[in-house]
């Protein structure tokens, strides 16, 4: 089956939208047969520090902090607090938890969780914080791959594309053999340890769990998604990585927004037509994402 390759370039809007995460028991594949392993490698963490006694100390400022709040638009309740000198990931106050900056501009994450999100975390027993940028930034160009061809993200179909791996205490996940490779992450994510900061607990409303690092993982075995497996697969456009802002993540159902309940954001090519959700990452689309009153 053919793949139609989509090159991403940077795109430019603003604006919010989130979905409130209720998690449940993912979706599940009847050809599933998984087997305990041990703990698989994620290559792109392998020159990390350990966490413990030696985690890096913060190093980035305040005004960097500050400018990537205006820039995501961080609803002032999740009380996100800068970190004092000398702290690490791990110095999070009571009631906090910590997040790291990468999450929120190279992954796309943003605050409440999608409903996604937080059913990928519940399904591999991740705490947030323990999940890398490099792990993130694969569930979210997950989410936004499949909502831009129209297709409901599950965890289910994740797992046919990654495998959980972990290195030096902290989550991600490596492609599975013979899948098609969804994305390469930017190589810009570099030193993430020590750019961290701190929101309150009660902003992340699932109930995530911390998972022990020395738990086996399961070494999933499920079909490679093609036609005869999977009915969306005709339909899939590979989207790469690229960096989204709040109107269209907004427009892609990835966050939560605070307009009017009868607006709703459209794609329009540059002659004003309507078009599907994928065409904002086409090289050749000059259009733009607008709001429409209901």
Not at 5 to 11: D, M
Not at 31 to 51: D, L, Q, R
Request: contains cysteine; proline residues 7%.
């Amino acid at each position: 089956m053919r793949f139609f390759r989509v090159s991403c370039t940077r795109l430019s809007f603003s604006f919010f939208y989130f979905t409130m995460a209720e998690p449940s028991n993912p979706h599940s594949t009847s050809t599933e047969n998984p087997e305990p392993s041990s703990p698989v490698a994620a290559e792109e963490e392998a020159e990390v520090n350990a966490p413990g006694k030696n985690l890096p100390v913060l190093k980035w400022s305040r005004s960097s902090f500050e400018t990537l709040m205006r820039d995501i638009q961080m609803p002032p309740e999740y009380g996100a607090i800068y970190p004092q000198e000398g702290d690490t990931v791990g110095d999070a106050p009571a009631g906090y938890v910590t997040m790291f900056a990468d999450f929120f501009r190279d992954c796309n994450l943003r605050l409440t969780l999608t409903v996604f999100v937080a059913k990928v975390l519940e399904w591999y027993k991740l705490h947030i914080s323990q999940l890398s940028p490099f792990g993130m930034i694969r569930v979210r160009n997950f989410e936004y791959t499949f909502r831009a061809l129209g297709i409901e993200p599950i965890v289910g179909d994740f797992r046919r594309f990654y495998q959980l791996s972990v290195s030096m205490g902290f989550y991600s996940f490596r492609q599975q053999d013979h899948t098609p490779k969804l994305m390469v992450p930017p190589k810009g994510m570099t030193k993430w340890k020590t750019k961290f900061f701190f929101v309150l607990a009660a902003s992340i409303t699932e109930k995530l769990q911390f998972r022990n690092v020395t738990e086996p993982i399961i070494t999933e075995n499920i079909s490679v998604p093609k036609a005869d497996t999977v009915d969306w697969f005709p339909d899939l456009r590979i989207i790469g990585w690229v960096r989204l802002d709040n109107r269209q993540q907004w427009v892609l159902r990835m966050i939560l927004g605070r307009m009017s309940s009868n607006a709703r954001p459209v794609v329009r090519e540059k002659g004003g037509d309507e078009a599907p959700l994928w065409r904002m990452f086409c090289p050749d689309f000059k259009g733009e994402v607008v709001t429409t009153c209901l």
